[in-house]
């Protein structure tokens, strides 16, 4: 006996979101190259170019550590560089395993996955590359420089979170009634 045609178009039409997942993914990772190769190629390491004197710049600094240059200073760099590669490649795989099993769907978490797949492949891909990320993007405010992956994984973080939320809300009863 065939399945009906709605069920089989269902089915279709949902396993289809995988591939709009991995190109989000996709679209960080480019964004993230063209950025960090147009400011290897047009700001000097050190330089900067106020866009908001005072709060914002456009520099190019080298990170050697983990988010927010943590263990940058490390008495030993290479050590450091090889278990950043680690953890990244560890986050990375266990992020596109979910992403895999739960892409069926378009939906915010769905999404902040993607974000934050695409972010962890571009710092990952500087680091076995070049030793290095580049941090491109200063807020003077906190003195923290960061680029597109960075923010990527960010944004991602933030409806991860915004998502858990939404979803313990909906799952404590505190939906309004019908």
Avoid at 18 to 37: E, G, T
């Amino acid at each position: 006996m065939s399945q009906p045609a709605h069920s089989t178009l269902h089915t279709s039409h949902s396993s289809s979101r995988l591939p709009w997942l991995l190109l989000i993914s996709a679209a960080v990772i480019v964004l993230d190259r063209l950025s960090k190769i147009w400011i290897t190629r047009h700001v000097e390491i050190g330089s900067a170019i106020p866009v908001i004197p005072k709060v914002f710049r456009v520099t190019h600094v080298l990170n050697d550590g983990a988010a927010f240059s943590l263990f940058a200073d490390s008495a030993t760099p290479e050590h450091v560089r090889w278990a950043l590669i680690a953890f990244s490649s560890a986050a990375v795989i266990a992020v596109l395993v979910v992403l895999v099993k739960v892409g069926r769907r378009l939906n915010l978490m769905t999404i902040a996955l993607a974000l934050v797949l695409g972010g962890a492949i571009g710092n990952l891909y500087d680091r076995i590359r070049f030793a290095s990320v580049v941090d491109f993007l200063e807020v003077h405010i906190v003195h923290y420089h960061f680029n597109v992956a960075d923010s990527a994984i960010v944004v991602g973080a933030c409806l991860l979170f915004l998502d858990a939320l939404r979803s313990r809300k909906n799952s404590s009863g505190d939906e309004p009634a019908k």
